[in-house]
C-alpha cells in the first residue's frame, strides 16, 4: 500500500513538472507571437495574367479579387516558379527551384510526397515561431512513400512537412481520387466500401469515360475518359468511397467554409493559411447559382465564383477584425488554358475575353503567359496600394515570410524580398530561371531568354504555343511584351550574355 502511494505521489510530481514546462513555452510563445501577423496565401489554379478586372479585363468583372489589388500592391511582373501546378506548389512551399527535383512535374493522384520530410518549408518555419499552419483546397504534391491505401490514415503528407491542419484534394478536380482527405483520413469514408485507385488499369465492371459516354454530364476532348465520379469522366481509376466522392459543384462552398472555420478557430494566435482555390482548373463545375453569370460559360462563371468566395473570405478577416494584422498573399499557379480536356463551352464562348492579357503562351509554355501571373499583396494600413514592376517570384516568400516572422530561413534560390512585397522596396529580383514541363528560360531585368528546345512548337490540343523553337529566342519585354520579335540575331552581344548567365545557375539542372 504504502509504496503504491508513493508510486502516485512520484507520477503526480512528474506530471506537475512536465506541465509546468509546457506551460511555459506556450506562454513564451504567445506573448513572443502577439506582434506577428497573419499571413494567408490565396492561390488560384490556372487563373491568367489579365483574368482580373485590376489586371485589365474588361469582360469579366471581378470585384473582390480587383478590392485587394487595388487596395494592396498589384505585381505586374509577378511570376509562378513553373507553368504547371506541382513544380509551382513545390517551389511555393520549399523555397527551391522546382527543376532541382526531378520528380516536381505534373503528379498523379497516387504519386507518392515529392517533399522530403526533412526539408525545410514555409509552414514548417513559421510553425517554429509559434504559428498555428494549415493548408486547406489543392494539394498536388504527392502523398505517402509508396502504395496508397486510402482506408488508413495517408502519410506522410502535408502534416508532416509542417501544417497542424490540412483539408485536401490530393491531386486534381480532374484526377481520382475525387475525395477530400482531411489530416490524412478521407472525410466521410464508409470502411465497408473501402477505396482502391489506380493509374494503370481499370477495376473490373467500372463504368469510363472511353467506355459509357452515355452516362456523362461533360463530355472529355483529351485525356480524361477514365472513371466516371458524377457524370465528369476524371485522369485515373477509381472504386468504392462512394459516401466519401465530393460534389463537384459544392467544392467552392466546402473549402471557404473550412477556410473561415480556420480563421475563426485560430484568431487568437498568429496563423498561416494556405488557401488553394480549385478554381479555373477543369473540370469547370460553378454551383447552381454562378452557372450563366459571366455568359462565358463554365470557365468564366468559376472564376466569377471564386470571386466571390474571396469577397466572402475577407468579410470574415473583418468581421473578426484581423485584416489590420494579416498579410494576403494573392495569386495563381500557373497561366490560363481554355480547353483543357474537356468540352465546356470555353473556347466557344470566351468572346473578347483574353486570360492571358497581352503576353503570349499559356499554361504549359515558356512564354510568358506560362509564369507571368496576377501577383497581389495586401494588407490593411500596412501596405499602401498601388502597383509594384518590381520582379518578383513565388519562389521568394519562403525566405521573405520567414523575415516577416523573425526567422532567418533561407535558401540558394528563395530571396529575401520582404520590403518588395510590402511596398518599400522596389528592387526586385534581376534574374530568375522560369520552367515549363522540364524545360527551362531565363529572364533578367527586361529581358527573356529560351533556350532551343526540340518539341512541337504549339500543343494543338490546348491551343497554346509552347516556347519551343530550334534557335535561341531573345525578347527585350519593355518595348515587346507579347514576344512577337525574336531579337536573338540583332543583340548578339545580349544573348551571349544571357546564356552564360542563365547557364550560371541552370547548369546543374539536367535531370533527365
Ligand atoms: C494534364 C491534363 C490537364 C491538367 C494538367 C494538370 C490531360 C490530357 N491533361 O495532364 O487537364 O489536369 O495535367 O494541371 O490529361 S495542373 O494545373 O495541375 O498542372
Ligand atoms: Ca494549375
Known amino acids: 500500500m504504502k509504496n503504491r502511494q508513493l508510486l502516485i505521489v512520484a507520477i503526480l510530481v512528474m506530471s506537475l513538472f512536465s506541465c509546468k514546462d509546457d506551460a511555459a513555452t506556450t506562454s513564451e510563445m504567445t506573448s513572443a507571437d502577439d506582434t506577428k501577423p497573419n499571413i494567408v496565401i490565396i492561390y488560384m489554379d490556372d487563373l491568367g495574367f489579365g483574368e482580373l478586372g485590376a489586371y485589365g479585363a ?61 526539408q525545410n518549408t514555409i509552414p514548417k518555419l513559421l510553425k517554429s515561431k509559434g504559428y498555428a499552419t494549415g493548408i486547406i483546397g489543392k494539394w498536388h504534391l504527392g502523398l505517402g512513400a509508396g502504395e496508397i491505401d486510402w482506408n488508413t490514415r495517408i502519410s506522410p503528407g502535408p502534416n508532416e512537412v509542417g501544417f497542424d491542419y490540412s483539408n485536401i484534394l490530393a491531386a486534381t478536380q480532374d484526377r481520382v481520387p475525387t475525395v477530400y ?61 462512394q459516401a466519401a466522392k465530393w460534389v463537384d459543384e459544392d467544392m467552392a462552398d466546402y473549402f471557404l467554409a473550412d477556410a473561415q472555420a480556420y480563421v475563426k478557430q485560430n484568431k487568437d494566435r498568429p496563423f498561416f493559411l494556405y488557401y488553394a482555390l480549385q478554381q479555373p482548373h477543369v473540370p469547370r463545375t460553378p454551383h447552381p447559382r454562378f452557372v450563366g453569370k459571366s455568359g462565358m460559360g463554365p470557365r468564366g462563371d ?169 534557335v535561341y529566342q531573345l525578347y527585350n519585354l519593355k518595348e515587346d511584351m507579347g514576344q512577337k520579335e525574336n531579337l536573338a540575331l540583332s543583340h548578339p552581344d545580349k544573348l551571349q550574355e544571357m546564356i552564360r548567365e542563365y547557364h550560371a545557375i541552370v547548369e546543374d539542372q539536367q535531370t533527365e
Request: a negative charge; glycine letters at 10%; one cysteine or more.
Open 58 to 118: 474588361t469582360e469579366l468583372k471581378t470585384p473582390n479579387m480587383d478590392a485587394l489589388a487595388n487596395g494592396g500592391l498589384r505585381f505586374t511582373n509577378g511570376y509562378a516558379t513553373s507553368a504547371t501546378c506541382t513544380p509551382s506548389r513545390y517551389a511555393l512551399l520549399t523555397g527551391v527551384y522546382p527543376w532541382r527535383n526531378k520528380n516536381a512535374k505534373i503528379l498523379p493522384g497516387s504519386a507518392s510526397l515529392i517533399i522530403d520530410t526533412a
Open 181 to 241: 482527405i482531411k489530416n490524412g483520413e478521407v472525410v466521410n469514408l464508409d470502411p465497408k466500401d473501402p477505396i482502391e485507385v489506380s493509374y494503370e488499369k481499370n477495376f473490373e465492371g467500372e463504368p469510363t469515360g472511353l467506355d459509357n459516354p452515355e452516362m456523362l454530364k461533360m463530355k472529355w476532348h483529351h485525356g480524361h475518359n477514365n472513371s466516371i465520379v458524377n457524370g465528369i469522366p476524371r485522369i485515373g481509376f477509381m472504386k468504392g468511397g
Open 302 to 470: 468559376v472564376i466569377l465564383e471564386a470571386d466571390w468566395v474571396i469577397g466572402e473570405f475577407m468579410k470574415t478577416l473583418e468581421i473578426e477584425g484581423l485584416l489590420k494584422n494579416t498579410l494576403i498573399v494573392f495569386s495563381s499557379d500557373n497561366g490560363p488554358v481554355v480547353n483543357d480536356g474537356y468540352y465546356d463551352d470555353a473556347v466557344e464562348k470566351l468572346g473578347d475575353h483574353k486570360p492571358a492579357g497581352p503576353l503570349r503562351g499559356g499554361k504549359y509554355s515558356l512564354f510568358e503567359a506560362g509564369t507571368r501571373v496576377p501577383f497581389i499583396t495586401y494588407w490593411k494600413g500596412a501596405i499602401n496600394p498601388g502597383v509594384s514592376e518590381a520582379m518578383v517570384s513565388q519562389l521568394d516568400l519562403f525566405s521573405s515570410l520567414a523575415a516577416l516572422a523573425d526567422s532567418d530561413a533561407t535558401t540558394n534560390d528563395s530571396k529575401n524580398m520582404l520590403d518588395v512585397f510590402l511596398g518599400k522596396s522596389k528592387d526586385g529580383r534581376e534574374a530568375l530561371v522560369i520552367e515549363a514541363t522540364s524545360r527551362t528560360a531565363f529572364r533578367k531585368g527586361e529581358w527573356a531568354l529560351i533556350p532551343p528546345y526540340n518539341g512541337a512548337a504549339r500543343n494543338d490540343l490546348v491551343n497554346i504555343e509552347l516556347g519551343n523553337d530550334t
